[in-house]
């Protein structure tokens, strides 16, 4: 996004709270140009408006692009409805036709029952057991999937080295890197309600903010 896209988008937040149009936004524009760039324009603003449509605080860096996240993936399946493509393959092919039963789940549900093995599912005598594990697995997989989906997309890739170099490295060098990527995460993470509450001066500055990025693009064009 622009800066005036972006300037867009904290002009149509901060007309939901006409306290905060005196203070400097300005701090709160930089960090969402930054934490929502890879996010088109259009997105971004239909992920603002909703969660402008309940939200009590000023909007969060993570609310928006969980929202975004959730206009793009849509609705995920539930640990129950995984559960129920597993037993409806259990009946059909049982223990021998692992291949027929695996194809006969959707991509992410077959994956778990590998996870798990097959044959060792349908040869548990504690089916209760099995569906509690199955459930805590799943549910374990969704968050830890969409939260990494909800991240900026150079945080992904950084958390996607770090994880690459880990097997290479020993237990205490392993730390010390994923423990890089966290707080990196953590410095990134969402201080937008800080910037607003601690901002001072005039929310005119926010036209500074984004003729500074027009200047810019401005010498650019002039020296191509």
Known sequence: MTKLEVGRLIAAAAANWPQLQERDLAPTAALWERMLADIPYELAERALAKVLATARFFPTVAEIRSAALELTQGRRKTAAEAWDEVTQAMRRYGYYSEAEALASMTPEVAAMCQRFGWRDMCSCEDVEVLRGQFRKAWEAQQDAEREM???PAPIREMIQVASE????????????????AHDERRRLADPGRADVACAKGSFKSLGGWIDTGRD???????EG
């Open 149 to 151: 989906a909800v991240l």
């Open 216 to 222: 810019v693009a401005d010498a650019e064009g002039e």
């Open 165 to 180: 170099r880990v097997p290479s490295l020993g237990a205490g060098n392993k730390a010390t890197h994923v423990g890089h």
